[in-house]
C-alpha cells in the first residue's frame, strides 16, 4: 500500500533469515528502497490499508491453533490428543514425522522462532532439538531414524539440511 505523500509503501514480506517464516509489515522509502521493519504476524495478505493522512495502518493479525492428535488407521474418530498451541505463526506446514521409539518429532514456533521439538505421544517428555535464530520446519527421519532431515533458512534461503537425530551435527545438503 502507497503512502499517500508517495514517499514509500507498506508491504508484506518476509526476511530471508525470518525466525518465524510468517508475515512481517515493512516500510519501504521511495525512491532510495530503505527498508524499516514495521511488526510480525500480521497476514498482509487479507489486506492492509491506510487512513487518509497515511498516519494510521488497518491490518488483520491472526493466530493460528495447532493441535496434535493421534488415532488408529481405522477408528479417526477416537483420537488421542497430544498438544494444542495458539500462536504458531509459521504460514508454511511446519510438519511432524514419528521416531522408531514411537515419540513425534514437529515443529513449532512456541520458543519463539520455528525448532524442531520431540514430544511423547501422551504430550509428556517434550525436548528441543534446534535452536538456530533462523526458521526449521518440515523435520521427517530416516527410515533407521538416526538422520535428521529439516528445511531450514540458515543460510539465507531456504535449503535442505541434515543433523543427526538428536538436531546435532547439522550440515546443508542442497
Known amino acids: 500500500v502507497w503512502l499517500k ?3 514509500g509503501i507498506v508491504v508484506s514480506a518476509f526476511r530471508e533469515k525470518s525466525p518465524t517464516l510468517s508475515d512481517e509489515l ?3 522509502s521511495y525512491p532510495d528502497g530503505k527498508a524499516k521493519y514495521l511488526t510480525n504476524g500480521i497476514k498482509g495478505k487479507l489486506g492492509i490499508s491506510l487512513n487518509a493522512d497515511s498516519g494510521s495502518i488497518v491490518a488483520l493479525k491472526t493466530d493460528k491453533l495447532t ?4 488415532a488408529a488407521l481405522d477408528n479417526f474418530r477416537k483420537s488421542n490428543h ?3 498451541r495458539v500462536g504458531d505463526s509459521c504460514q508454511f506446514p511446519i510438519g511432524a514425522d514419528w521416531t522408531n521409539d514411537g515419540k513425534i518429532v514437529y515443529s513449532t514456533t512456541e520458543g519463539g522462532n520455528a525448532d524442531i521439538w520431540t514430544i511423547k505421544e501422551d504430550g509428556g517428555e517434550k525436548r528441543q532439538l534446534t535452536a538456530d535464530d533462523s526458521a526449521e520446519i518440515s523435520p521427517k527421519l530416516s527410515p ?3 538422520t535428521l532431515i529439516f528445511l531450514s533458512n540458515r543460510s539465507g534461503r531456504m535449503n535442505v539440511w ?3 537425530a538428536n538436531g546435532t551435527n547439522p550440515t546443508q545438503l542442497t
Do not use: E, P, V
Open 26 to 28: 515493512w516500510l519501504i
Open 5 to 7: 505523500n508517495g514517499s
Open 144 to 146: 533407521d531414524g538416526r
Open 82 to 84: 497430544i498438544s494444542t
Open 67 to 70: 493441535c496434535f492428535l493421534s
Open 162 to 164: 541434515r543433523a543427526n
